[in-house]
């Protein structure tokens, strides 16, 4: 169902309950028409008649028509909410180029920025930072993060020493896909994240 015109009513509907088992009259900004397609996927149940009688009684007036969220209602209700919310897409600062990692990559960079001076030929200055600022984005299942030219230089040094001690996928992809190879050397294609590609 997502965050759509469903969610927004249920949420309405609950906010309006007093209680998961209590009514909503009509004339609460809910009627027939508005709260169908709740009813239909059996999300919302209308009082019947012996409800309509004993709301009736209690309100010293007829009430002809009801509406409340069933379990259903509530459960869906409870799994939209917990469901991942996607970052906003943020633009990197002038002179940052914006990194999507995947787990693994970014455990790797953690690891080479672990190392720190033990490493003849350290990380630039700054990524560090840059790793430990970095936001984990639920939806697309990767780390942003935010680096200059040189520090993403070092973190592609960061993947050519896994490639040595292991993998060479972390390398291979964010050569791919940011263009940003160890060694250096001239690209002699567009990397597709220039492309606008998905990696």
Known sequence: MGRSNDYALLQRLADTQSTPTAWVM???????????????????????????????????????????????????????????????????????????????????????????VRLRQGPAPGLETAVRSARFDPVSNRWIVHMTSEQAQSMARAFFLERVGGSAAPANRIGREYGVIYPPRPLRFTPTAARGEPD
């Open 26 to 116: 009509a004339g609460e900004g809910f009627d027939e028409h508005n709260t169908k397609r709740l009813v239909d996927q059996g999300l919302a149940q209308v009082a019947d008649r012996d409800d309509q009688a004993e709301l009736s009684a209690v309100a010293g007036r007829p009430i002809l028509w009801a509406v409340r969220l069933t379990d259903d209602g509530w459960d869906a209700l409870l799994y939209i909410q917990s469901q991942p919310v996607p970052m906003p897409d943020e633009a990197a600062a002038p002179g940052l180029q914006k990194i999507a990692l995947r787990r693994s990559e970014m455990d790797v960079l953690r690891l080479y920025v672990s190392l720190g």
